[in-house]
């Protein structure tokens, strides 16, 4: 059995894959986000910590975990580390090819992306999410320019919005993935000069919104992910790596 730690658009591929091998799947997501994943594929909600992972590991009888969270899911990628080790057993992690884009401008944290996204001196459309809202809310108060950030339509993210003091104006609610046509409205909407996202990947939206802000005239600004190591960039290589630990 393989404990699949997911939520991102290709768990229920990855899912898919593996049951084609004729491995017993349970994934394990922090949110109750909507996922289509395969009949004979069990799911569990809820956040867990490494301690957490482990004991479900071992009763579930699990003989490898795999790690296809968000690239940015760095509490996860912590979390699932902790897990195999204390449960021994095997890790491999799935992460999606970065982003490859000649014009965007690169942040190497948020930070960063705040401070080049309020310089260039008109609204900002914020795409990364309810996690990491504090430093762009703190350029739009500084310098006075409007900020949208799209985030969920679900308590945890009202709640982190409201901590940062996010006004319900300044809040465009959604589910992604969005399209070419949504991504232009949401930015003619406000008149951004800018779009902030992270490097997520083709698999996370990211040709639509790149084209969206070509097309109306906004730099497209991306937050550069972790730096990881022994990650696996698609699913027949991970199936593969799987293979000799399943005992096939």
């Known amino acids: ?28 997501t922090a949110t109750d986000a909507s996922l289509d994943l395969p009949p004979g594929v069990r799911r569990r909600v809820g956040r867990l910590d490494g301690p957490g992972l482990a004991v479900l ?24 580390l902790q897990a195999a080790a204390l449960a021994g057993l095997p890790l491999l992690r799935f992460e999606r090819s970065s982003f490859q884009s000649e014009t965007a401008l690169i942040a ?13 001196g008109g609204p900002v459309l914020l ?28 308590p945890e993210s009202h709640g982190a919005c409201e901590a940062v003091g996010l006004r319900h104006e300044e809040r ?9 046509e949504q991504n232009r409205e949401a930015l003619r909407g406000i008149g951004a000069r800018a ?3 992270k490097d997520s990947g083709e ?10 802000a070509h097309r109306e005239g906004a730099a497209l600004i991306l937050v550069s992910r972790p730096v990881s190591q022994g990650t696996y960039p698609d699913m027949p290589s991970l199936v593969e790596a799987l293979r000799p630990i399943l005992g096939v």
């Open 195 to 197: 779009l902030v996202s």
């Open 57 to 80: 590991a071992v009763a579930e009888g699990a003989r490898a975990l795999v790690d296809a969270g968000h690239p940015f899911a760095e509490e996860l990628h912590w979390s699932a």
């Open 172 to 180: 465009i609610l959604g589910r992604g993935p969005f399209s070419l």
């Open 1 to 28: 059995m393989i404990l699949l730690l997911g939520g991102t658009s290709e768990t229920a591929s990855l899912a898919q894959a593996m049951l084609d091998e004729g491995w017993r799947v349970l994934v394990s």
């Open 127 to 154: 795409t990364t999410g309810s996690r990491h809202l504090m430093p762009y809310v703190a350029e739009a108060r500084r310098t006075g320019l409007r900020l949208a950030a799209r985030v969920l339509d679900h």
């Open 203 to 212: 698999a996370g939206g990211l040709v639509a919104k790149a084209e969206a």
């Open 108 to 120: 190497q944290d948020h930070r960063e992306a705040a401070r080049l996204a309020f310089s260039l």
